[in-house]
């Protein structure tokens, strides 16, 4: 039976339509890349599709590279008639697409921008796209706009039908003859209503020109289980060890004992050298921190690098400032990048990954296998597995965009836990957990349950330590004053940042993207007493200290014997994904920020909330990153499980009130982790939409690599669980350099002026508590 043809045209938005069509039509549509020429012949002679969706995306609908297959799929560049043996639905693009290639005219609208911007919409009743769907958004038809060109003519060959209250856009047509139809915003968007609705008409007026039918039933997936450039699926291997665990829990929460006295005490001390802690500073958004560090025979120190930036060698569009690579990603991944493992008997090995270092931790994840039964008798998802760092520029390895800048860091750095401690906030109990491989035998079982025995000791031993707070003499410091005390500088001045966003926002009125998550870092070079790894741990308890976060981090590597190590800190609002024994999946992006007003919880302090959820830039800021990840979540998920249980909701930390939203869905069976965060990374909520050509023009503004930040930290459990963060509010450091990056999303709304302010605000809170550890030294 023919089924439905859905264009990707690289936007971020098409896999959520996609689910939308599945879910009614009862079969998965076919999905192709809008380059993809030979595909679409090859389903057109096999008469496999019998009507056509054009999807979303940026650029210009007289681009005949913006519109790749769609050219022919619409008539043809001269409207020669080829193509009428098929039903069209346009969305957004694919709208201006049927408008402009029909003798319409489809230019920059006249009143401007719209992204992420929630509008009623009132219809002439006279079309079957809208049947069932009342009119007006007092009536409760309201709908997704995301488009920066828009209709003011459309031509001979179409009508309108729908128009937008706000500003008398053209938000529908339809052709006066044959089964085709365009709108002007997205019907899958979180905040259109009917968008289904309007998805099942189509298909009832496609059964009505003989276009063909529905099936019946849903597919819980979509087309090809490929999620990656890297192939197919892999079958699951054969377990090849089983993974035991074995525990002890000790009280401290009775004796005055804090999560920071125990990792302090049994792993960050001396040195301070490879150990871990995911530390939910902030207890009362989080229930569990996780903390290590070298550990028995299976424990392991993997740090990865990239090899160079590939030079692009395709053609490219866009002007002097902001450009990118016409078409999909195709420009070539980097060359196999280099992994150096050390064990826990200082045996070092380094080799040349063919296959990616994520491929890496993918099999390394599926050789093992947790038992079951000690897994239950622990109320936490880490079983043992990998904690660590995914840097921004892994981005190569995933269904991403390659990477133009090489970072001077490890690009992934993980240890391998066998030993740890997981804190409940809770109950304030210390688990105590030690894993052996099965087949080691009696001797290393013995080995973990010693462990376990001299670290609960170590702890019932432990004294309250009182954390006394450094003084607040920068607490009124200006971003100048606070830069000038400490050394940094910015990697783009103030007015270079300005220029950028400037840029970002052409880019937007052209059509070519609808959210730019610019960024900026600050950089210094130079010895001072706080460079000492006591100095790196006391700023590290100011900051948890003064900047308490949910999904907050300390990562100390020992990269290499003859330089100084790498220690992360981290103080995140924000989880990017995690991932549930079960399959669950839960995405809680941040988009919106204001500082909070002093008293805290006063009147001045709530109108400052109130404010943020009611601020329309901040909102469509959210909406749109809300509305990436749930496309980038439907591609590794059930057909019909991706949710938002909470869409912009105030949260408020010690420094900010942030908007944040929550997404779930429920992960499908034939996708390993490893695919999830494949199909994801990097989180959206540090690149724009849609992600492939934001990227692009992202490359072309910053001049120099995220590294850490932007990343992701958390870890990846044996029992195929897993929890990342987004790293923000982070300090990287290593021998006399560190790094702090900062930004903010860019949209239309935007303010230049605002915009820098914004990074100057979230970049102080840190910058203070470096100049408060520094001068106490």
């Given at each position: 039976m023919p089924r439905t043809l859905l264009i990707d045209n690289y936007d971020s938005y098409v896999d959520v339509l996609a689910h939308v069509i599945a879910g009614v039509e009862g079969v998965a549509p076919i999905v192709v890349k809008n380059d993809d020429f030979a595909g679409v012949e090859a389903l057109r002679n096999a008469r496999a599709f019998s009507r056509v969706v054009i999807g979303p995306g940026p650029g210009t609908p007289t681009k005949d590279e913006d519109l790749g297959v769609s050219v022919e799929l619409l008539g043809g560049e001269n409207g020669d008639g080829k193509g009428c043996e098929w039903a069209i639905l346009g969305v957004c693009l694919g709208h201006q697409?049927?408008?402009?290639?029909?003798?319409?005219?489809?230019?920059?609208?006249?009143?401007?921008?719209?992204?992420?911007?929630?509008?009623?919409?009132?219809?002439?009743?006279?079309?079957?796209?809208?049947?069932?769907?009342?009119?007006?958004?007092?009536?409760?038809?309201?709908?997704?706009?995301?488009?920066?060109?828009?209709?003011?003519?459309?031509?001979?060959?179409?009508?309108?039908?729908?128009?937008?209250e706000d500003d008398g856009t053209v938000m529908a047509i339809e052709h006066v003859e044959l089964p085709r139809f365009g709108v002007q915003f997205h019907p899958e968007s979180v905040c259109t209503a009917f968008g289904e609705v309007m998805i099942r008409n189509f298909l009832r007026a496609c059964e009505n020109a003989g276009f063909g039918n529905a099936a019946l039933g849903v597919p819980r997936a979509l087309g090809d289980a490929d999620v990656s450039d890297e192939g197919a699926m892999r079958a699951v291997p054969v377990t090849t060890s089983t993974v035991r665990l074995v525990h002890d829990v000790v009280n401290v929460r009775e004796r005055g004992v804090s999560s920071e006295d125990v990792f302090w005490s049994v792993f960050g001390g001396d040195d301070g050298t490879d150990c871990f802690?995911?530390?939910?500073?902030?207890?009362?958004?989080?229930?569990?921190s996780f903390m290590g560090g070298r550990g028995g025979k299976m424990w392991r120190r993997a740090t990865f690098k990239l090899a160079h930036a590939p030079e692009c060698r395709d053609h490219t569009a866009g002007d002097e400032k902001v450009r990118w690579r016409v078409g999909g990603v195709s420009c070539a991944r980097r060359a196999p990048g280099t992994l150096t493992i050390e064990d826990a008997s200082g045996t070092k090995t380094t080799s040349t990954l063919e296959r990616g270092f994520v491929q890496w931790l993918d099999d390394e994840l599926r050789r093992r296998d947790v038992s079951k039964a000690d897994a239950s008798a622990l109320p936490f998802d880490l079983h043992g597995g990998f904690v660590g760092y995914l840097g921004y520029e892994m981005r190569d390895e995933c269904d991403s965009l390659p990477p133009t800048k090489d970072s001077p860091l490890p690009d992934a750095a993980m240890f391998l836990t066998d030993r740890f401690i997981a804190f409940d906030h809770l109950t304030g109990d210390a688990y105590i957990v030690g894993l052996y491989d099965e087949s080691d035998g009696e001797g290393e079982r013995l080995d973990a349950e010693a462990w376990i025995v001299l670290k609960k000791s170590s702890i019932e031993s432990l004294e309250p330590t009182s954390v006394r707070a450094m003084s607040d003499a920068f607490a009124s410091a200006s971003s100048a004053e606070l830069l000038e005390k400490t050394g940094f500088s910015w990697r783009r001045t103030r007015d270079e940042y300005i220029s950028d966003i400037e840029a970002s926002q052409e880019a937007i009125v052209n059509g070519d993207t609808y959210e730019v998550c610019l960024t900026?870092?600050?950089?210094?070079?130079?010895?001072?007493?706080?460079?000492?790894?006591?100095?790196?741990?006391?700023?590290?308890?100011?900051?948890?200290?003064?900047?308490?976060?949910?999904?907050?981090?300390?990562?100390?590597?020992?990269?290499?014997?003859?330089?100084?190590?790498?220690?992360?800190?981290?103080?995140?609002?924000?989880?990017?994904?995690?991932?549930?024994?079960?399959?669950?999946?839960?995405?809680?992006?941040?988009?919106?920020?204001?500082?909070?007003?002093?008293?805290?919880?006063?009147?001045?302090?709530?109108?400052?909330?109130?404010?943020?959820?009611?601020?329309?830039?901040?909102?469509?800021?959210?909406?749109?990153?809300?509305?990436?990840?749930?496309?980038?979540?439907?591609?590794?998920?059930?057909?019909?499980?991706?949710?938002?249980?909470?869409?912009?909701?105030?949260?408020s930390y010690a420094t900010v009130h942030q908007l944040v939203s929550t997404v779930r869905s429920r992960r499908r069976s034939d996708v390993s982790q490893m695919d999830v965060v494949r199909s994801t990374y990097p989180g959206g909520s540090m690149t724009g939409a849609p992600k492939i050509r934001t990227m692009e023009i992202i490359d072309a503004l910053e001049t120099g690599p995220r590294m850490v930040y932007s990343g992701s930290i958390g870890f990846f459990s044996f029992s195929s669980a897993f929890d990342l963060n987004i790293v923000i509010r982070s300090v990287v450091a290593r021998g006399d350099d560190r790094w702090i990056g900062a930004g903010g999303a860019i949209t239309i709304l935007s303010d230049p002026e605002e915009e820098w302010r914004e990074i100057e605000l979230k970049s102080a809170a840190l910058l203070r508590a470096v100049a408060r550890v520094e001068t106490k030294h």
């Open positions: 697409a049927l408008v402009a290639r029909s003798g319409g005219t489809c230019v920059k609208n006249p009143k401007g921008p719209a992204h992420g911007r929630v509008v009623g919409v009132k219809h002439d009743f006279k079309c079957i796209l809208f049947d069932g769907v009342p009119s007006g958004g007092e009536n409760g038809f309201v709908v997704t706009r995301y488009h920066s060109l828009a209709t003011t003519a459309c031509g001979a060959e179409f009508v309108e039908r729908a128009w937008a802690w995911l530390d939910t500073a902030d207890e009362s958004k989080g229930r569990f900026n870092m600050l950089h210094r070079s130079r010895s001072t007493p706080g460079d000492r790894a006591d100095a790196l741990r006391e700023l590290y308890s100011e900051l948890r200290r003064s900047n308490a976060a949910p999904y907050a981090s300390y990562l100390s590597f020992t990269i290499d014997e003859n330089s100084p190590p790498l220690t992360v800190l981290c103080c995140s609002p924000e989880r990017f994904l995690r991932h549930t024994q079960d399959g669950a999946l839960e995405a809680k992006p941040i988009k919106g920020t204001t500082a909070r007003a002093h008293p805290l919880g006063g009147d001045a302090d709530r109108a400052a909330a109130t404010w943020l959820e009611n601020n329309a830039k901040d909102r469509a800021e959210n909406l749109m990153i809300v509305d990436l990840l749930r496309n980038d979540l439907a591609r590794v998920s059930d057909v019909g499980s991706v949710e938002v249980p909470g869409l912009m909701k105030i949260e």
